[in-house]
């Protein structure tokens, strides 16, 4: 290969490299089993989504906020028993380990749903939006199930 073709041979190839996805773009976290527990007294100003967020990835992700075009605002939220007393906080992210996951249930982690653009009924679909510290999106949804008396 002479000089002059090198130039044009490493040209291409950072061009081909920098046309290929990144390999952050090639795995994201993935939320399964998600639901919304729909309260036995109708609650309309909020509601509480769970599940389960997969990272089945080789780097570590972080879930930096939520949203869903079916509620006003979409929080990341922690119930946790302080003093005796059950209290609920907002968590600024939520950091997944490579191959982790994090699971959504009552009494811990959720989604608070908050000012439904319409009211919700059992079997119901809620698409909601994961947003990635890294800028990334991931798409879900929750399923409208009636709770347990």
């Known amino acids: 290969?002479?000089?002059r073709q090198l130039p044009r041979w490493v040209l291409a190839a950072l061009v081909s490299a920098a046309s290929l996805p990144a390999l952050a773009d090639?795995?994201?976290p993935v939320?399964?089993?998600?639901?919304?527990?729909?309260?036995?007294?109708?609650?309309?100003?909020m509601l509480a989504g769970y599940g389960r967020i997969e990272n089945p990835c080789k780097q570590a992700v972080s879930v930096a906020s939520a949203s869903s075009p079916a509620?006003?605002?979409v929080g990341l939220h922690?119930?946790?028993i302080v003093d005796g007393m059950s209290r609920m906080?907002?968590?600024?992210?939520?950091p997944l380990a490579p191959g982790s996951t994090a699971t959504l249930a009552p009494g811990g982690l959720h989604l608070m749903l908050m000012h439904p653009s319409?009211?919700?009924k059992e079997?119901?679909?809620v698409a909601v939006t994961l947003k990635l510290k890294d800028g990334r999106e991931v798409a879900g949804v929750l399923v409208v199930k009636q709770a347990a008396p």
């Open 89 to 94: 906080r907002a968590i600024g992210e939520l």
């Open 31 to 45: 939320l399964k089993e998600g639901w919304v527990n729909l309260p036995p007294v109708p609650e309309p100003m």
């Open 26 to 28: 090639e795995c994201k």
């Open 1 to 3: 290969m002479s000089r």
């Open 118 to 120: 319409a009211p919700v």
């Open 123 to 125: 079997g119901d679909k």
């Open 78 to 80: 922690r119930s946790e």
């Open 71 to 73: 509620f006003m605002h």
